[in-house]
């Protein structure tokens, strides 16, 4: 039949869903992205740290790039889920054939430990989204104080470490690692931009104090500290007298509040040990010996999980896919699953973060994207294809009663932005609200529209 098409939702316009979309339009379906905030990029766009404005131009270039193939509608400020604006089952009754998750690692994995909600006491990601200017982190008020610990030894602890080193310029960055030297996840080239304020003499005490618990399992205390150290002829140039160092095979325990309880002071952490497991790794086990940290901020860096609240089964961190996929791609299930039925949920789909939470860079949820829009595809092959009815959509969304922002307001706020940069002379500007993007868009006050 002629003008027929497959008519696929892909929830999340990060790398993942974007580069997803790109695929299936290709292949000739109806896409249309639907995405929470107003802007695309996702994480690229509000993860990536600032300083990597290249990068984060050329990325924002092919998504551009993206968003012009006709095959795409773009739905954005417009959240998806249970809770949210549309549920799956709408999207369904919409004519969507398929539906494709790319929404990220959307929620908050805590330790669970007393005084989590003190003042001083934040999540990596809102910090991240704070400084990159996603609303409504952007407007919130974070207070640094003079001694901040970052819990995590990631990439994500490093850009939160040059943040508070660079920008806020605090006296000291802890970061506490649970294992030690040997084991830090971050990029070793990302040190270059924090390592003229390595407190080197604490390095060494450091480096010290574990050497027994490092020998103890085979490992090289003097190799891992040269690997800590790789970046040095390369580091940035020094912008504050901030002192950065870390304190190894340290737990977190509890976190002590103030008198009144109300603003963080001290950190109570147990010492570790590492143990070898069976596979050779290295696991680190609490001693249950305990000191404080004085302390005015603690900043948790440890990963993310997916939206619990989305409506799809989760299990850990991530949404239960089925484990016998029926469209695997390279031995992958990127299918939905109920575990109560213990049966796919034959129409989603995930990718990206949403796949697996916090896991890997901007290249790999491009692929995972991507493989993830060959199995949908592959999906819709059991299908006939349909006559989409695109101005339906349309309809329904811009009767949501809320702006609703589409690939033309989101030339217009570019170009905004960009006249805004020049004017001032700088590299890049964001608008830092909701209420700010969408008056240049002149979307503010508008409810409903036809
Ligand atoms: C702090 C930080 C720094 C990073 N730095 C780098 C780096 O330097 N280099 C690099 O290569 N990688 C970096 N990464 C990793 C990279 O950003 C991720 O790999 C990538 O963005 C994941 O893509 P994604 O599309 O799966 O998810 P995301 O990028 O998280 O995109 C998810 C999208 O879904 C939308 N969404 C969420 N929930 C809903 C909903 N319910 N309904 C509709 N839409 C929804 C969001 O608005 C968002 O647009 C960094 C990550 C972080 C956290």
Redesign the pocket.
Known sequence: MEDTQYLVAV????????FGARELARQGAQVVL????IK??????Y???PH?HF?KESLRNQFRQILDLPGITYYGN????QY?DLTLDDLRKLGFQAILV?????GIKRLDLPGEDLDGVYL??DV?FHYNKLPPYSEKPFHFCKKCAIVGAG??MI?IARFLIREVQVDEVVAIVRRGPAEVKFDKSEMAGIIANLDLKALDAEIERVSPRMLAVGQDPQAAKDMILESLPTAEPKESDTLFRFEFMTSTANIIGSKDDTCLTQLEVDDNILVMIDNGEVKSQKSGKLRCLDLDNVIFAIG?KV?DG?GLPVEWDEYIRNPDPCYPIKDISYEAYDPVTKSPIKDVFM????RQA?F??????RK??TNASKAVWQYLQTLSPIQADLAEIKFKVFNLGKPIITKENIKHLEEAEKQEALKLGEKEFKFASNSEMLKIIRLEGTLVRN
């Open positions: 929830v999340g316009a990060g790398p993942a869903g974007l639907f995405n929470r905030d695309p990029g996702g994480l690229a766009e993860g990536i740290h990597k990068m417009l959240t998806v889920g949210g790319t929404t990220g690692a959307q990596a990601k991240v990439n994500v850009d993310d939206d989305f990718g990206g973060w949403a916090s890997g860079m901007v290249g790999y949820a995972d994207g």
